[in-house]
Every structure is written in C-alpha cells, then in structure tokens.
T-cell receptor, first 116, second 111 residues
Framework: DGGITQSPKYLFRKEGQNVTLSCEQN?????MYWYRQDPGQGLRLIYY???????QKGDIAEGYSVSREKKESFPLTVTSAQKNPTAFYLC???????????????FGAGSRLTVL | RKEVEQDPGPFNVPEGATVAFNCTYS??????FFWYRQDCRKEPKLLMS???SGNEDGRFTAQLNRASQYISLLIRDSKLSDSATYLC????????????FGAGTQVVVTP
C-alpha cells in the first residue's frame, strides 16, 4: 500500500543537538511538506517542496533545514538554533500538479520530538 | 487576526444527534477548502473537500459561503466514532503550497 513513512515516531534530544526527521513517500507525489503542531494551535508550515532539488520556506522556517534530493524523500533537520523545538512534526505530500485535488494532503503518522 | 479561525469547542453531542460548526477565513482570494479529521495524537486525514455548491458524503455535509467567508460542516446521526478534532483547511490562490489550517474544533459524541 502507498503511503508516507515518518521516523522516528518518538525522539528525545538534548539542548544544543541537531536532529533529523525522516520522511519517505511511495505515492509518486511531486509535492512534500513539513508542518509543526503545538497543542491548541493549527498546523504551521515549516518548509515545502514542489519538485526535486527545490524547496521554499514556510511560515516558521527559522531553525530548520530540509533537502529534496529524491522525489520520495524530504528529511527535516531541527537545528540547535530552533528555540522551542518540542512539538509534533508532520510530513505530508500531495500530487502537486495544479490539477483539481492537487493539494489534497496525505500525512505521515508524525514524529514527536521532546527536547530535554 | 488568524487567517483561519475555528471554535475550539468541545461540542458535546449525544449519540444520534446532529452537530454543525463553522470555520471563517480572512483571505477572500482563497481557492480550495477542505475538512480534515484528526484523532488524538494521530495525523490528520482528509474528511472531505468543500465545493462551491455544497457537497454531502454520507452523514457529513459541507457548505461554502464565499460572501461571508466561511465553510461549515454538519454531522447527522452522530456516532461515537465521530469523536475527533475537525480541522478546516484553506488554500489561498496566490500561495499554492501554503495551505492554512485552523486550530480545529473538538467534537465529543457521548452515549
């Protein structure tokens, strides 16, 4: 079955450490996204990518970095510059071709990061 | 002011009853509208797209009111399994990848 796999599901990090969250999809989707969710808040966009080797900053990109070397993969690095990294991180993908339904999102199961 | 606003609830609904709630958006150029369902500590999943003419999927009915800039979701004959948080999602015309999420409306269906 096609889908999005995020790993790890739970991650604990010490302050000052970088951590990379994995996101892999086998849906053949062009567009991929990273969101952050905090309690009581809507999802906030960190980065998104419409095609391989191209990505754009979202609303809260500071302290994060991404790469899109392969269509299937869109890893997110949470750097030590991110002031409040404890959150639920969600990766998503969409067809992304501009056709009807192109931005209907399919989400991974999420990665819950806790900074100790 | 938030781009997309929702009543956080919770809406406590007896099983079998009908519940409805709205989502308002600030960008009049918004193009696409969706309702997603999110269970506690899980990922959001698409419930339904919202079309200009309104649309229905089983017990769920979605409406779009462009003049007043809101979308609505109505759930008929509520089931215990409908308990979840319902997220409103809006796509602005001028920012294709930047979907805007509401913080969600919590629905609790009670026996």
């Amino acid at each position: 079955d096609g889908g999005i796999t995020q790993s790890p599901k739970y991650l604990f990090r010490k302050e000052g450490q970088n951590v990379t969250l994995s996101c892999e999809q086998n849906l053949n989707h062009d567009a991929m996204y990273w969101y952050r969710q905090d309690p009581g808040q809507g999802l906030r966009l960190i980065y998104y990518s419409q095609i391989v080797n191209d990505f754009q900053k979202g609303d809260i990109a500071e302290g994060y970095s991404v790469s899109r070397e392969k269509k299937e993969s869109f890893p997110l690095t949470v750097t030590s510059a991110q002031k409040n990294p404890t959150a639920f991180y969600l990766c998503a993908s969409s067809i992304g071709t501009g056709l009807s339904g192109a931005n209907v999102l399919t989400f991974g199961a999420g990665s819950r990061l806790t900074v100790l | 002011r938030k781009e997309v606003e929702q009543d956080p609830g919770p809406f406590n609904v007896p099983e079998g009853a009908t519940v409805a709630f709205n989502c308002t958006y600030s960008n009049s150029a918004s193009q696409s509208f969706f309702w997603y369902r999110q269970d506690c500590r899980k990922e959001p999943k698409l419930l339904m797209s919202v079309y200009s003419s309104g649309n229905e999927d089983g017990r769920f009915t979605a409406q779009l009111n462009r003049a007043s800039q809101y979308i609505s979701l109505l759930i008929r004959d509520s089931k215990l399994s409908d308990s979840a948080t319902y997220l409103c999602v809006v796509t602005p015309t001028d920012s294709w990848g930047k979907l805007q999420f509401g913080a969600g409306t919590q629905v609790v269906v009670t026996p």
